[in-house]
């Protein structure tokens, strides 16, 4: 059994800096600072997040933290870091059957933290202006929003749906992009070995990856991010430079000006996907028109879903006054299900019937402060439709709190309207101007 020397000086010599030494005796063959290190694991606790397949969670990991932290470094740095397996998590998805997350144990998360560190400013300055998922300064909502003015301005949308992306992209492509990028010896060794890190299961069997890139781990959004822009975002701005896109990780919209260019840049994506070794879905991914008032064609699909958002023709008013359809995005049916899902997740009136108004503030404001900053950001009205559904179920747990609302709906709500109009702060949907009506 192998015993490390732990360095005493590891450790950040106060709170104030958090300042390392670096080693002055021990000769590695990777020169990778300690500071790297205690910023990652700065970062992983940040993000916080479970533990991996060796059962350490964070508050167990930082027990030991200048042990724990030396031990990556050490092994980073003499080359014999091996990654352990990615604990496999099925999370249901809300179309439907699951989708695999890989967690890394949380020593893992900070080591692939480090290389991330080094690689993504190395490539971040060559991605593509129109690529949005996992970068510094852009968001989701920011896709949206530029999807929203192109689709005024090119009558035409490819909706891609790329199959199992994941779990599909070859170790070899991303090797390849990745060397491409840096000549540092210790990343290129640790992005092959976290690729090939295998998976282990709930019942504790493992299996070998051959391809793609575990979702849920430090690494696997820069790796995925550097793929898609090869084989993606350059190959369409070479080979099509009169469309233009939008993309968040795999989620992607194409804009094109008729629907003969967009069936020939469709056939061409998947030509070109096929090359990098994916498959579009094959029903999944559809050609939209972008139907308004303006636009008389007829076409059987007018709607497609990007990041939570329905983009469909909706009706909109005009600076005069006037009304109009424009082809517009507001919080999809499926995104506005998980709302309501939650909302009835918690519970109210069946489990909460001891607690008071200001409790359920606490446990509901949270949430909708983050749906509507996310969901509410375009064509407001339907997410506040969709949020009216924490004052019915507010009204519901009046009803089960006190015996004078039992079967008395309308009562309850006025209960709770007149209690909003006295403290209008007390919940932030009230704060939003989204208060309880009778005929809720």
């Not at 496999?88 to 893992?108: C, N």
């Not at 991914?285 to 008389?296: G, S």
Request: net charge positive.
């Amino acid at each position: 059994m192998r015993v490390e020397r732990r360095d005493p000086t590891f450790l950040p010599k106060t709170a104030v800096n958090q300042q390392w030494e670096e080693p002055v005796s021990e000769a590695k063959p990777f020169e990778i600072p300690k500071r790297l290190v205690w910023d990652a694991y700065r970062q992983v606790r940040a993000n916080r997040g479970a533990g991996g397949v060796d059962g350490v969670s964070l508050a167990a990991f930082e027990k030991d933290l200048k042990g724990n932290l030396y031990k990556i470094w050490n092994r980073m740095s003499s080359g014999s870091y091996h990654p352990p397996p990615v604990r496999l998590v099925e999370i249901p998805k809300s179309g439907g059957g699951t989708r695999p997350l890989g967690i890394p144990t949380i020593a893992d998360r900070v080591a692939q933290t480090v290389a991330k560190m080094v690689l993504e400013p190395l490539v971040e300055p060559v991605f593509h202006p129109d690529s949005y998922g996992y970068r510094p300064g852009r968001s989701a909502l920011d896709a949206v929003g530029v999807a929203r003015k192109r689709c005024w301005q090119f009558d035409w949308v490819i909706d891609l749906d790329i199959k199992a992306f994941f779990d599909s992209i070859p170790h070899d492509l991303i090797e390849r992009a990745v060397a491409h990028h840096t000549d540092l010896g210790w990343v290129r060794l640790y992005v092959g070995r976290w690729l090939r890190a295998p998976v282990e299961r709930a019942d504790g069997t493992r299996e070998e990856r051959t391809k793609g890139t575990p979702q849920g781990s430090a690494a696997s959004p820069l790796l995925a991010n550097l793929f898609l822009h090869y084989a993606f975002d350059r190959w369409l701005q070479c080979h099509h430079p009169e469309v233009r896109f939008e993309r968040y990780a795999d989620d992607a919209v194409v804009h094109c000006r008729s629907l003969g260019e967009a069936e020939a840049v469709l056939q061409a994506l998947r030509g070109r996907l096929a090359e990098c070794g994916l498959e579009l879905h094959p029903t999944k991914t559809k050609i939209v028109y972008c139907k308004d008032d303006n636009r008389r064609e007829e076409y059987e699909r007018v709607a497609f879903d990007f990041l939570g958002y329905t983009f469909q023709p909706r009706r909109a008013k005009n600076r005069r006054g006037r009304h109009f359809v424009s082809f517009l995005p507001a919080i999809s049916n499926q995104a506005a299900k998980a709302v309501r899902r939650t909302i009835h997740d918690w519970r109210m009136a069946s489990t909460r019937n001891n607690q008071s108004l200001e409790d359920l503030a606490r446990l509901v404001d949270p949430a909708v402060r983050g749906w509507m900053n996310y969901y509410g950001r375009f064509y407001r009205s339907k997410c506040v439709q969709v949020l009216r559904s924490v004052n019915v179920a507010l009204a519901r747990w009046a009803r089960r709190k006190y015996k004078r609302f039992r079967r008395r709906e309308r009562a309850s709500m006025h209960w709770l309207g007149r209690i909003a109009r006295r403290d209008p702060n007390l919940f932030v949907l009230w704060q939003l101007g989204i208060r309880p009506a009778a005929g809720e």
